[in-house]
């Protein structure tokens, strides 16, 4: 088979990630897997030495390559901009519409999606799919199948590597300083957890492309927690260092803890159970589903900071617990969450075959 995604940006960011992973597991297959960007933000680095990968801005290469490269799917992820370009070309294969978003505002193309070329649409988790079946009727109306198909991990870059150097707890958060993901809570939780134990530090991975005065609110926030010393900002971190940057949370025995209020799958959380770093995580959305509680990883209610800050100590303190839930993530991992695995349900979800 031969697919070719489109995407309307290449930043740092999870989608990015997603079509690493899977275009890695669909090659290891024997499928033709093409990714082609509208706009470069700069996520290039995320698809070092890969081939069939391109940033191409307008709708000229994206016509080409339909007219001429013998693509039997292709997918648009959140791009509704090049419904035309695929319609003009002649393109007589199958179109998948995927929807990934966080910003409920940035969905709005699905109220239209009916009567575009898509002959189905893809999300990454249970909860994606039932909140588009909810504010958008009118796509289920229609006939357009929806079909759940997880995000991947490649499991040969993210897996547990020794760290040594940390004397005590490292507390990890990742991602854009974006409103959905709430890091003014990671903060929140910071300082409660800081004023229980004077050993544990704190890592936080992002914001490199939030405004200045988003930064300095960061800044003024971490100073007014008495969180200075103690928090270490990364504004970007390359994106093979990161399996070492969990390895670092595991080793030290620390955790890494998503606040999102909202999170359509949760790709930060995946990477750390597939390096074996325990997950305690707000319990929204898509990270629900990787996260569940006492399984794959430990909960908080959305804002909940005691509750955070109780799970977190009690993933620290209780050996127990902390082997169950890396070992059940890990477990999941390798049955449902490997490049190979997702490339599998794909492949099968974008042929009808389930």
Known sequence: MKLLFLYQICSFGGVETVLR?????????????????????????????????????????????????????????????????????????????????????????????????????VVPSEY??????????????????????????????????????????????????????????????????????ATIEFLVVGGIAASERIKNEFRDRVAERDLMGRLHWIPSLAYDRMPAFYSALAASGGCLVPTSSFEPFGMTALEAQACRCPVVAAQTGGLAELVRESETGLGFAIDDTEGAVRQVLRVLDDGGVRARVVNGAFEEIERRYSSEAVARAYVAAVSGET
């Open 128 to 197: 994606e799919g039932e909140l588009i079946e909810r504010e958008y009727p009118a796509l289920k109306e229609a006939g357009l199948p929806l079909k759940v198909v997880p995000n991947p991990v490649d499991t040969r870059l993210f897996r547990f590597a020794p760290v040594h150097g940390a004397t005590s707890p490292l507390i990890g958060w990742v991602g854009r300083f974006e409103d959905q993901k709430n890091w003014r809570h990671f903060l929140d939780v910071a300082a409660g957890l800081a004023r229980r134990r």
């Open 21 to 121: 992973n899977r275009t890695v597991g669909l090659r290891g297959l024997g499928h033709d897997a093409w990714v082609v960007m509208l706009e470069d933000l700069g996520g290039a680095a995320v698809f070092a030495g890969m081939h069939g990968v391109e940033i191409a801005p307008g709708d000229a290469r994206v016509r080409e390559l339909l007219a001429r490269g013998g693509f039997d799917v292709v997918a648009t992820i959140d791009t509704p901009s090049v419904a035309p370009a695929i319609v003009s070309s002649g393109f007589a294969g199958r179109v998948v519409a995927e929807v990934h978003s966080n910003n409920f505002a940035n969905m709005g193309y699905l109220a239209d999606l009916a009567g575009g070329p898509a002959d189905m649409v």
